[in-house]
């Protein structure tokens, strides 16, 4: 926590050489978030790649004042949720649309991603609704609060409670109905 | 285990690396942007920090660079001059500081005899003659409240707050560079004070410089930088010796000025409402500040009301009643919500944002300054509601 408010400090000072130690602390949790609201790596990466762009040019711009973990993960999330938008718009799909992006539990990249242990996890994830499987993940891996994901979303704290019930719900039969296989 | 019973935790354990490629790209870019500062930084003017810390509201900002010899020999007083008490310097330096709201002090220092670094908290409001010190390592808070002259001490291991009254002289907690010199005067404890000018980041500041010794021949130096705009010690670094001139302790205190701060012992951070309070004599006595038992009063009743009002919304297409009197029904007692309850949620909908208030305890409020506020979430957060 201090060397997040070191890092905040030198960042608001000017510093750019902060932004290595930034990238290097917090790369590993902003791929992984990507990855798992995407399911797709090479996209997760240029979603991190995107971000750090961004945040390097408005350096000098903007001074930050909350969690600066808190910041990157909106912005991921922000920029994990047009991607999607556009790749469903790409593929004409609506984007609340629960079409699962594979059918198939044992294609490859749900392995490649984060290992054969939790494959049937990420492609359970990948079968729910965009908006309830980025509820989750905000909420359970990047630990965001409901009124910090419902601020983000720009819905009611009750909708983004409901996204994470059913969601779970959802989760919960798709993984049971895996292990029944 | 079925997968099922615990997703949370599986979903914690999702991990993936950053690719070697995406590092490269990153790292570019920033290589790129640092590339670019360099070439105009000679046009830019360098970063003005008086301007930074004097933003700050809130202060969470803290330094981690422990002081070492090399950084205090730094400070070379060649052309710097003796100073006391009545230097105008440090007269305005003193005045400064009684005008702003709050001070708040970040404090990192080491010891000889330890490998780890102690982190505290000073915070200090002239105005409220409130006066605080926070062990950031220990979680304990000793709250100073002159008004009252007592002192909360604050016990995390026990979850105890213990009362005494206050004895002494009123700067329990110095901070700035006259209360200490009136500390050492005291105490008999004989000093040297030198005042210089310098420049840092193209800001004029003022360095003092006190250089002491006790009765056992511990050596000391304590640094204030002040900057000379607007007079306010911006850090202080901080080197004691002990006879051989091995070095006991050395430290370094960041000050900021944010316009709020801990106004009663339970808004500083981890000091929970739940604490027991003892007197000195050990025998329980009232809480500080604020009643317990209102403020879980005030909760229930928000809490019910919060209810009426989402059911009153659930039969009137989501919109929330223009007054409290179009409840009647919904909620028992509501003559007692009339009275007591400021209420903020004519012409929103459920659909409102979650962090909108929609009532507040006027009572509570009178009373404390903070009060409990229902948010369109439905939850209850103990705050002070002048910003609806």
Same mark, same amino acid.
């Given at each position: 926590?201090?060397?997040? %408010?070191?890092?905040?400090?030198?960042?608001?000072? *000017? &510093? %750019?050489?902060?932004?290595?130690?930034?990238?290097?602390?917090?790369?590993?949790?902003?791929?992984?978030?990507?990855?798992?609201?995407?399911?797709?790596?090479?996209?997760?990466?240029?979603?991190?790649?995107?971000?750090?762009? &961004?945040?390097?040019?408005?350096?000098?711009?903007?001074? @930050?004042? *909350?969690?600066?973990?808190?910041?990157?993960?909106?912005?991921?999330?922000?920029?994990?949720?047009?991607?999607?938008?556009?790749?469903?718009?790409?593929?004409?799909?609506?984007?609340?649309?629960?079409?699962?992006?594979?059918?198939?539990?044992?294609?490859?990249?749900?392995?490649?991603?984060?290992?054969?242990?939790?494959?049937? @996890?990420?492609? &359970?994830?990948?079968?729910?609704?965009?908006?309830?499987?980025?509820?989750?993940?905000?909420?359970?891996?990047?630990?965001? %609060?409901?009124?910090?994901?419902?601020?983000?979303?720009?819905?009611?704290?009750?909708?983004?409670?409901?996204?994470?019930?059913?969601?779970?719900?959802?989760?919960? &039969?798709?993984?049971?109905?895996?292990?029944?296989? | 285990?079925?997968?099922?019973?615990?997703?949370?935790?599986?979903?914690?354990?999702?991990?993936?690396?950053?690719?070697?490629?995406?590092?490269?790209?990153?790292?570019?870019?920033?290589?790129?942007?640092?590339?670019?500062?360099?070439?105009?930084?000679?046009?830019?003017?360098? #970063?003005?920090?008086?301007?930074?810390?004097?933003?700050?509201? +809130?202060?969470?900002?803290v330094a981690v660079v422990l002081?070492?010899?090399?950084?205090?020999?730094?400070?070379?007083?060649?052309?710097?001059?003796?100073?006391?008490?009545?230097?105008?310097?440090?007269?305005?330096?003193?005045?400064?500081? $009684?005008?702003?709201?709050?001070?708040?002090?970040s404090c990192i220092a080491k010891?000889?005899?330890?490998?780890?670094e102690t982190k505290s908290?000073?915070?200090?409001?002239? =105005?409220?003659?409130?006066?605080?010190?926070?062990?950031?390592?220990?979680?304990?808070?000793?709250?100073?409240?002159?008004?009252?002259?007592?002192?909360?001490?604050?016990?995390?291991?026990?979850?105890? /707050?213990?009362?005494?009254?206050?004895?002494?002289?009123?700067?329990?907690?110095?901070?700035?560079? =006259?209360?200490?010199?009136?500390?050492?005067?005291?105490?008999?404890?004989?000093?040297?004070?030198?005042?210089?000018?310098? +420049? +840092?980041?193209?800001?004029?500041?003022?360095?003092?410089?006190?250089?002491?010794?006790?009765?056992?021949?511990?050596?000391?130096?304590?640094?204030?930088?002040?900057?000379?705009?607007?007079?306010?010690?911006?850090?202080? !670094?901080?080197?004691?010796?002990?006879?051989?001139?091995?070095?006991?302790?050395?430290g370094r205190m960041?000050?900021?000025? #944010?316009?709020?701060?801990?106004?009663?012992? !339970?808004?500083?951070?981890?000091?929970?409402?739940?604490?027991?309070?003892?007197?000195?004599?050990?025998?329980?006595?009232? $809480?500080?500040?604020? =009643?317990?038992?209102?403020?879980?009063?005030?909760?229930?009743?928000?809490?019910?009301?919060?209810?009426?009002?989402?059911?009153?919304?659930?039969?009137?297409?989501?919109?929330?009643?223009?007054?409290?009197?179009?409840?009647?029904?919904?909620?028992?007692?509501?003559?007692?919500?009339?009275?007591?309850?400021?209420?903020?949620?004519?012409?929103?909908?459920?659909?409102?944002?979650?962090?909108?208030? +929609?009532?507040?305890?006027?009572?509570?409020?009178? $009373?404390?300054?903070?009060?409990?506020?229902?948010?369109?979430?439905?939850? /209850?957060?103990?705050?002070?509601?002048?910003?609806?």
């Open positions: 926590m201090l060397d997040e %408010k070191l890092l905040i400090w030198k960042f608001n000072r *000017g &510093s %750019k050489d902060v932004l290595r130690r930034i990238y290097e602390k917090y790369k590993d949790d902003l791929v992984t978030l990507a990855a798992a609201l995407l399911n797709d790596k090479n996209a997760a990466e240029d979603t991190v790649h995107d971000v750090f762009v &961004s945040f390097i040019k408005s350096a000098e711009k903007f001074r @930050l004042t *909350g969690s600066l973990r808190g910041y990157l993960v909106r912005c991921v999330a922000n920029n994990a949720r047009n991607r999607n938008k556009a790749r469903r718009r790409h593929q004409g799909i609506g984007l609340d649309e629960a079409k699962p992006i594979s059918s198939d539990s044992e294609r490859p990249e749900f392995i490649a991603i984060f290992g054969e242990e939790l494959r049937q @996890l990420s492609w &359970s994830l990948a079968k729910l609704p965009y908006h309830q499987r980025e509820v989750i993940i905000l909420h359970v891996q990047a630990q965001m %609060k409901f009124k910090a994901i419902a601020k983000l979303q720009d819905v009611s704290i009750n909708t983004i409670q409901g996204r994470y019930r059913y969601g779970l719900d959802k989760l919960r &039969s798709l993984l049971n109905g895996e292990v029944e296989k | 285990m079925k997968p099922t019973d615990n997703i949370d935790k599986l979903i914690k354990k999702l991990q993936t690396k950053a690719s070697a490629e995406l590092d490269k790209r990153v790292h570019s870019e920033i290589s790129k942007a640092l590339a670019e500062t360099k070439k105009t930084q000679s046009a830019k003017p360098g #970063p003005n920090i008086r301007k930074i810390i004097m933003r700050n509201k +809130i202060i969470k900002v002081i070492t010899i090399v950084i205090l020999s730094i400070f070379e007083f060649a052309g710097s001059r003796d100073i006391d008490l009545a230097s105008a310097a440090l007269a305005r330096t003193t005045e400064a500081l $009684k005008k702003v709201p709050w001070v708040h002090i010891r000889s005899d330890s490998d780890k908290e000073l915070w200090r409001s002239n =105005e409220l003659q409130i006066s605080i010190a926070i062990n950031n390592d220990r979680g304990i808070v000793k709250f100073r409240d002159g008004g009252k002259n007592l002192i909360y001490e604050y016990n995390p291991k026990t979850n105890e /707050i213990i009362v005494s009254k206050v004895t002494g002289k009123s700067h329990q907690f110095p901070i700035q560079l =006259e209360e200490y010199l009136e500390l050492f005067e005291n105490h008999g404890v004989k000093y040297d004070l030198l005042e210089r000018e310098d +420049i +840092i980041d193209g800001n004029s500041v003022r360095v003092f410089k006190i250089s002491f010794v006790d009765e056992n021949s511990i050596r000391g130096e304590r640094v204030f930088r002040v900057y000379d705009g607007n007079n306010l010690p911006f850090e202080s !670094y901080v080197k004691t010796l002990d006879s051989n001139g091995l070095v006991i302790l050395e960041v000050f900021e000025y #944010p316009q709020e701060g801990p106004a009663t012992i !339970y808004d500083v951070c981890g000091v929970p409402l739940s604490a027991k309070v003892y007197g000195d004599d050990l025998a329980e006595v009232e $809480k500080p500040g604020i =009643e317990r038992s209102d403020i879980s009063e005030s909760t229930n009743k928000l809490k019910a009301l919060g209810k009426a009002l989402l059911i009153y919304a659930n039969d009137h297409k989501g919109k929330y009643p223009d007054t409290l009197q179009s409840i009647e029904g919904y909620l028992d007692n509501l003559q007692w919500f009339i009275e007591n309850i400021k209420y903020l949620g004519q012409g929103k909908t459920l659909a409102a944002r979650a962090s909108e208030p +929609i009532a507040y305890d006027i009572t509570l409020f009178e $009373k404390e300054g903070r009060t409990n506020v229902l948010h369109s979430d439905g939850q /209850i957060v103990f705050e002070r509601p002048k910003e609806f």
